[in-house]
């Protein structure tokens, strides 16, 4: 109903409206604030225009009528020296009332305030802006007042949306012959310089000649020239393509002005004919992890853009951005036939795999770069492990992973380096790598020389589970069953522990009566040398995944009761046994609750009951001091 009562003021008279309260923010930042690199606005708003030159592009294929009697698709850039205005318009789809009040005056997404945070930490480095879709708010950086005069395509009425950035906007009714967006910026006095025609084509130079429509500079009210090649940077060979281009268009597509960490261009000819052009970040992308991200490679059709959300990659790959542009696809293919369309499909399928290839070529022609992205994007590659069953193999080649004994080992120079006897590729999952590198389950694979992969990113309990193994060897968890050491051989320095076999049986059987439900079991370890306990899992699940998926509402999991391993020839037990023998069970109840606490914090959890905790502790320690 409000907005309605909006309408139908506005044909009358301007609205007011405020701004959402993150949006008010970011205008405060921009207005309030001084940058070293101004220019960005301008590229910010060409981007935009040249989207909507797309989106009308792609809407005229059903509906050639959009188009009208104007068929010319073109950004123009108006300069005003006497009224101190730059405009920057548009033939594109233009946007209607709603659209305006939605687009400009409220954003329904992290983007803002993602932003905000970030460029108050970077001291107003407003140079990654696009990377938010928020470029537009960039105007007030050199605008005192902003106004959007727009039209869509196929309707009579314009409206106009005005502000000068500070809390507020107002939308009215307007006049405006033909369709799509004029955006008029009232330029403060300092930035009078983006009146001038030297500036403009510097900036259209550097950040926008790859754009794929002509931008034109007006002479005079009846002409422009062009200023732009207008040429899809895909299309051209790639030979003629210089590596400042690649960096241009990348940061047109993505908001990251940096230099991508890997970029794939080339031409696939056969039953299907398409150009791609990829490029790996070498920076996380701010909303890698947003479950509503999908796919962000744009589909082309004959330099049509079809969509950005087309699937051409699988989920796990979905940091890699570019264009994929079809010489064979119909032009009037809907996003929504997109999914069960076997061209896209087979397009998907190869695109995979040769983007999986290049990393892997990458990983051994640069090992450096290849690093560099695998830090960056491990955790999301990995998903793979899980996900992608027919390429599980190619991604093993890829894997990096952190072990005992290197940072980044691969699975194939594990198996090279498998000790006498050694039938599994063992690993090790925890929560962060310092927890891991000090598991007390690792001393007795430590003590065989016998490396253990650390796996710590919560997609490595989901894969390892379901992973079959790598090159015949299956993949064995170092805190789940009774660890199979026997066969292989002790370091020369490191001597078997030892312990009075009936004695560690008379104790184990009393730390069962005094820990209750609190285990599932009190038995000989054979992963300890050092540590006189620790916690491990019988069943199907290890301890890490368990307690991952009791963390998440209605997974129905709940952390079952650990098995606590001790060590019989650690001079505790040993003296833990001595007691049992010969003072009874009852001498040893707050010493195996302190040792079944102690183990939980080996794990890095809290104990269930620190007063009882404490309260043991006391006593102990006032036993040994009294």
Not at 39 to 56: G, Q, T, Y
Not at 112 to 130: N, P, S, Y
Not at 282 to 289: I, Q, V
């Amino acid at each position: 109903m409000a907005r309605t009562a909006e309408k139908s003021a506005a044909s009358e008279a301007p609205v007011a409206h405020a701004f959402q309260a993150e949006v008010a923010k970011l205008l405060s930042l921009m207005v309030h604030s001084v940058y070293s690199d101004r220019d960005v606005f301008l590229r910010e708003l060409i981007s935009n225009a040249a989207d909507a030159l797309d989106k009308l592009r792609y809407e005229a294929i059903a509906a050639p009528t959009l188009l009208g009697d104007d068929p010319a698709l073109k950004i123009t850039i108006t300069a005003d020296k006497a009224a101190k205005t730059l405009t920057v318009s548009d033939s594109g789809i233009g946007m209607g009332e709603d659209e305006l009040i939605d687009n400009l005056g409220t954003i329904a997404k992290s983007g803002t305030q993602a932003f905000v945070e970030r460029a108050r930490q970077a001291k107003g480095d407003i140079h990654l802006i696009g990377q938010f879709g928020i470029g537009f708010y960039s105007a007030f950086i050199v605008a005192s007042r902003v106004e959007v005069i727009s039209r869509r395509a196929g309707s009579e009425a314009a409206h106009k949306w005005s502000s000068a950035g500070e809390g507020n906007y107002t939308v009215e009714a307007a006049a405006k012959p033909s369709r799509g967006t004029d955006i008029v910026l009232h330029l403060r006095d300092d930035a009078v310089e983006f009146l001038d025609d030297w500036k403009i084509e510097s900036v259209v130079r550097a950040y926008s000649d790859h754009i794929a429509h002509p931008i034109m500079l007006a002479v005079d009210s009846e002409t422009a020239r062009q200023i732009n090649t207008a040429n899809a940077i895909w299309t051209r060979p790639r030979a003629e393509v210089t590596a400042d281009s690649h960096k241009e268009f990348y940061g047109h597509i993505t908001g990251d002005y940096s230099e991508p960490a890997l970029t794939l261009h080339y031409r696939a000819e056969g039953r299907h004919e398409y150009t791609v052009l990829l490029y790996v970040p070498a920076e996380r992308p701010f909303d890698l992890y947003d479950p509503e991200r999908r796919g962000r490679q744009k589909l082309y059709v004959k330099r049509v853009y079809i969509a950005d959300d087309a699937g051409l990659l699988p989920a796990y790959l979905r940091f890699v951005r570019g264009v994929i542009d079809s010489e064979d696809m119909p032009l009037n293919l809907s996003r929504e036939m997109l999914q069960n369309n076997p061209q896209v499909a087979a397009i998907r399928k190869a695109v995979t795999n040769k983007v999986l290839a290049e990393l892997k070529k990458c990983a051994e022609t640069e090992p450096a770069t290849f690093a560099k992205i695998w830090a960056v994007f491990a955790p999301v590659i990995k998903e793979g492990l899980y996900e992608d069953m027919e390429r599980r193999d190619q991604l093993f080649e890829i894997a990096r992973f952190r072990s005992t004994k290197s940072d980044a080992v691969t699975l194939a120079d594990y198996i090279a380096g498998l000790k006498e006897n050694q039938t599994a590729i063992y690993y090790l999952t925890a929560e962060d790598a310092v927890k891991a590198a000090a598991s007390p389950q690792l001393e007795g694979y430590r003590a065989r020389d016998v490396e253990v992969l650390l796996l710590t990113d919560p997609v490595d309990s989901f894969w390892v589970r379901t992973a079959l193994g790598f090159d015949g060897k299956p993949f064995r968890s170092v805190t789940q069953g009774i660890a199979d050491l026997d066969l292989i051989k002790l370091k020369d320095e490191v001597k078997p522990g030892g312990g009075d076999d009936a004695a560690t049986a008379t104790l184990i059987a009393a730390m069962k009566q005094a820990l209750g439900p609190r285990v599932t079991d009190v038995r000989v370890s054979k992963r300890l040398t050092d540590s006189a306990v620790c916690l491990v899992a019988d069943g199907a699940m290890d301890r890490t995944l368990e307690k991952l998926l009791a963390r998440q509402k209605d997974s129905g999991v709940a952390v079952s009761a650990p098995i606590l391993e001790i060590n019989p020839g650690h001079p505790l037990i040993e003296g833990l046994a001595k007691s049992v023998k010969e003072k009874g069970a009852a001498s040893v109840e707050d010493a195996a609750q302190l040792l079944l606490d102690q183990a939980f914090i080996l794990e890095g959890e809290p104990v269930a009951d620190p007063a009882g905790f404490a309260r043991r502790m006391a006593a102990v320690m006032s036993k040994v001091f009294a």
